[in-house]
């Protein structure tokens, strides 16, 4: 059993490790409680958007420790609920039933609009396809359609890919375009707006929606479709202005969500964020901010 | 006097750490029994017979298990079939034909293929298997449950090499040696006489790597699409029972009917890696030599 005492070696390895890794991380934990330390979770796509305001906003307070994860609106506004962060990020509104639970824990929650997002539909550079309504995107994630030539595209399968429930995206892209019905199950859920990025820029049927900051970033990796409001309107890119006017049929509100008896540093970082600097840094970012 | 009782309590302190597990494994079943039970009386277990996995849903959420169910079944058999020719074959280079230099070289590195974080081999699938998978068949996406099966195979064929390799060092010595006076060459010998006396450590080294493959999630979760859908084509991409926990636990309300799905989804993994593995340590015991 020469293995299996191999083995034995690398489990006890392990165990020394993890009994290692609580004793490092009290430490980090203990150096983090010199300063103040703020936690703010959710959605994905505002991520990024996020971490830059954090880093300006502890480049000029120095005091201040902001620790920023993802995971998907939906794992914030939880973590909202349970009392696990102070702030959480969200892509879409809190349902009225959440609202409700995070009352029945004592949290009573308030909502600021921080920024706004364009969702971009990108396909494949190769698809011939430049233009769709809002229908025929209805009809195509919710598996209507399936050949890419019903909508003025080429003899091909139509690949859709979706990000996972947990995303606010998700949720706001079903509720806002496909007028809640349900996606296909063929709808391909993946876990990150890279990985979407990725398969649409690698396979040639497919289509996916991403925040439109993804999407400039992307460059040509990607196609962007103009956007159709029904079928007789003027396609419309999308863009800051477009979103700003309301032209983009596809754009919604970002939140920044805290409780009601914050304290003076999450506030501070939420005035920040509406701040003309704060503001600047959306635009930065590749979002719309929420004041002209 | 003062040294026996030191030593009862050192004793008793080590019985206690060794028996810390099975204390786990019953506080897991209950804990995780628990949570889901509620979901028997609303919604009922009817509806985890449904073929409609919509957790999320303004319309009727469904919790059927059956798209789920058979999502893994696909990537686990298929696992398997590219597991067990190359895992086994391995194991019997190694242990046979193998020079002793040859043999130091070899099992380091299958040891450490099984060293070799899930995620990164998910990383490595994502961005070289998928696009390969893709040219290779001619498909319209590289995000299949072939893909998912080969970085399976690539997990569970170190487990199922060392364990064989075992079985197949501890058949005695006199059967060999009879075969081979008999005439038999040495390849003959190795199918007639040593695979079928080591095949049932063989046996459990695979049902051992099926349990492997079928709790395998990361990996999965990345190159397998995702969508639940009922198939048992290879080149569909699947959602697996490990990648939907993974995805959706995240985002679930505590006490909703989706967190009590889970936990069922969760049951069933359990009883199923639990039963493989008592069934693998039943086999190893009664046919062990040596």
Same mark, same amino acid.
């Given at each position: 059993?020469?293995?299996?005492?191999?083995?034995?070696?690398?489990?006890?390895?392990?165990?020394?490790?993890?009994?290692?890794?609580?004793?490092?991380?009290?430490?980090?934990?203990?150096?983090?409680?010199?300063?103040?330390?703020?936690?703010?979770?959710?959605?994905? @796509?505002?991520?990024?958007?996020?971490?830059?305001?954090?880093?300006?906003?502890?480049?000029?307070?120095?005091?201040?420790?902001?620790?920023?994860?993802?995971?998907?609106?939906?794992?914030?506004?939880?973590?909202?609920?349970?009392?696990?962060?102070?702030?959480?990020?969200?892509?879409?509104?809190?349902?009225?039933?959440?609202?409700?639970?995070?009352?029945?824990?004592?949290?009573?929650?308030?909502?600021?609009?921080? *920024?706004?997002?364009?969702?971009?539909?990108?396909?494949?550079?190769?698809?011939?396809?430049?233009?769709?309504?809002?229908?025929?995107?209805?009809?195509?994630? @919710?598996?209507?359609?399936?050949?890419?030539?019903?909508?003025?595209?080429?003899?091909?399968?139509?690949?859709?890919?979706?990000?996972?429930?947990?995303?606010? @995206?998700?949720?706001?892209?079903?509720?806002?375009?496909?007028?809640?019905?349900?996606?296909?199950?063929?709808?391909?859920?993946?876990?990150?707006?890279?990985?979407?990025?990725?398969?649409?820029? *690698?396979?040639?049927?497919?289509?996916?929606?991403?925040?439109?900051?993804?999407?400039?970033?992307?460059?040509?990796?990607?196609?962007?479709?103009?956007?159709?409001?029904?079928?007789?309107?003027?396609?419309?890119?999308?863009?800051?202005?477009?979103? @700003?006017?309301?032209?983009?049929?596809?754009?919604?509100?970002?939140?920044?969500?805290?409780?009601?008896?914050?304290?003076?540093?999450?506030?501070?970082?939420?005035?920040?964020?509406?701040?003309?600097?704060?503001?600047?840094?959306?635009?930065?970012?590749?979002?719309?901010?929420?004041?002209? | 006097?003062?040294?026996? +009782?030191?030593?009862?309590?050192?004793?008793?302190? !080590?019985?206690?750490?060794?028996?810390?597990?099975?204390?786990?494994?019953?506080?897991?079943?209950?804990?995780?029994?628990?949570?889901?039970?509620?979901?028997?009386?609303?919604?009922?277990?009817?509806?985890?017979?449904?073929? #409609?996995?919509?957790?999320?849903?303004?319309?009727?959420?469904?919790?059927?298990?059956?798209p789920?169910?058979s999502g893994s079944?696909v990537v686990?058999?298929?696992?398997?079939?590219?597991?067990?020719?190359?895992?086994?074959?391995?194991?019997?280079?190694?242990?046979?034909?193998?020079?002793?230099?040859? #043999?130091?070289?070899?099992?380091?590195?299958?040891?450490?293929?099984?060293?070799?974080?899930?995620?990164?081999?998910?990383?490595?699938?994502?961005?070289?298997?998928?696009?390969?998978?893709?040219?290779?068949?001619?498909?319209?996406?590289?995000?299949t449950a072939?893909?998912g099966?080969?970085?399976? %195979?690539?997990? %569970?064929?170190?487990?199922?090499?060392?364990?064989?390799?075992?079985?197949? +060092?501890?058949?005695?010595?006199?059967?060999?040696?009879?075969?081979?006076?008999?005439?038999?060459?040495?390849?003959?010998?190795?199918?007639?006489?040593?695979?079928?006396?080591? !095949?049932?450590?063989?046996?459990?080294?695979?049902?051992?790597?099926?349990?492997?493959?079928?709790?395998?999630?990361?990996?999965?979760?990345?190159?397998t699409g995702n969508a639940a859908i009922?198939t048992?084509?290879?080149?569909d991409s699947v959602r697996t029972?490990?990648?939907?926990?993974?995805?959706?636990?995240?985002?679930?309300?505590?006490?909703?009917?989706?967190? +009590? %799905? !889970?936990?069922?989804?969760?049951?069933?993994?359990?009883?199923?890696?639990?039963?493989?593995?008592?069934? %693998?340590?039943?086999?190893?015991?009664?046919? +062990?030599?040596?």
């Amino acid at each position: 059993m020469r293995i299996i005492s191999g083995q034995t070696g690398v489990t006890a390895r392990a165990v020394f490790i993890g009994m290692m890794v609580p004793v490092v991380l009290s430490g980090i934990v203990v150096r983090a409680g010199e300063k103040k330390l703020i936690t703010i979770k959710g959605s994905d @796509t505002m991520v990024h958007l996020v971490s830059n305001w954090a880093e300006e906003f502890m480049k000029r307070d120095p005091n201040m420790e902001l620790g920023v994860t993802g995971g998907g609106s939906g794992t914030g506004i939880a973590a909202m609920i349970n009392g696990t962060t102070e702030i959480c990020a969200s892509s879409r509104e809190m349902k009225e039933k959440e609202k409700q639970q995070a009352k029945e824990k004592g949290v009573e929650v308030k909502e600021v609009v921080v *920024a706004r997002d364009g969702l971009a539909v990108v396909v494949n550079p190769k698809n011939s396809v430049k233009e769709l309504d809002m229908q025929q995107i209805a009809q195509i994630f @919710t598996g209507a359609y399936t050949r890419w030539n019903q909508v003025g595209g080429g003899d091909e399968e139509i690949l859709v890919f979706s990000r996972e429930s947990s995303s606010g @995206t998700y949720v706001f892209f079903q509720e806002h375009v496909m007028k809640n019905k349900d996606y296909t199950p063929k709808a391909k859920l993946m876990a990150a707006t890279s990985v979407i990025i990725e398969s649409v820029s *690698a396979d040639k049927g497919a289509i996916g929606y991403v925040g439109l900051g993804y999407a400039m970033a992307a460059g040509d990796k990607v196609k962007i479709v103009a956007v159709k409001a029904d079928a007789n309107s003027p396609a419309v890119m999308p863009s800051d202005d477009t979103v @700003t006017s309301g032209r983009y049929s596809i754009a919604r509100p970002l939140y920044l969500y805290v409780s009601a008896k914050a304290t003076e540093d999450v506030s501070a970082f939420v005035d920040f964020c509406l701040s003309d600097a704060g503001q600047a840094i959306v635009r930065e970012s590749g979002y719309v901010t929420v004041k002209k | 006097m003062k040294r026996i +009782r030191k030593e009862k309590i050192i004793e008793r302190s !080590l019985q206690w750490t060794a028996s810390l597990s099975i204390v786990i494994v019953i506080c897991i079943f209950v804990f995780i029994f628990k949570e889901a039970v509620p979901f028997a009386k609303h919604p009922g277990l009817g509806e985890l017979f449904g073929t #409609r996995w919509v957790p999320v849903s303004p319309q009727k959420e469904s919790f059927g298990l059956v798209p789920l169910i058979s999502g893994s079944v696909v990537v686990t058999v298929l696992a398997m079939l590219l597991t067990i020719p190359f895992g086994v074959g391995a194991a019997v280079y190694i242990s046979e034909l193998a020079a002793p230099a040859e #043999r130091e070289i070899l099992k380091p590195f299958i040891e450490v293929l099984a060293g070799i974080p899930s995620v990164v081999i998910g990383f490595f699938g994502l961005m070289v298997l998928v696009p390969l998978v893709k040219r290779c068949f001619g498909l319209g996406t590289g995000l299949t449950a072939f893909a998912g099966a080969v970085l399976l %195979a690539l997990m %569970a064929i170190p487990t199922v090499t060392s364990i064989s390799e075992d079985a197949l +060092r501890s058949v005695p010595r006199s059967y060999k040696e009879a075969s081979l006076a008999l005439g038999a060459s040495r390849i003959r010998t190795i199918w007639r006489v040593t695979v079928p006396a080591a !095949l049932p450590g063989i046996m459990a080294a695979v049902m051992l790597g099926t349990g492997r493959v079928i709790g395998e999630t990361m990996a999965v979760m990345m190159v397998t699409g995702n969508a639940a859908i009922i198939t048992f084509w290879p080149f569909d991409s699947v959602r697996t029972m490990t990648a939907t926990i993974a995805a959706e636990m995240g985002e679930v309300a505590f006490g909703s009917e989706h967190y +009590r %799905a !889970l936990f069922c989804v969760g049951i069933i993994l359990l009883v199923v890696t639990f039963a493989l593995n008592l069934a %693998a340590q039943k086999v190893l015991r009664r046919y +062990r030599m040596g």
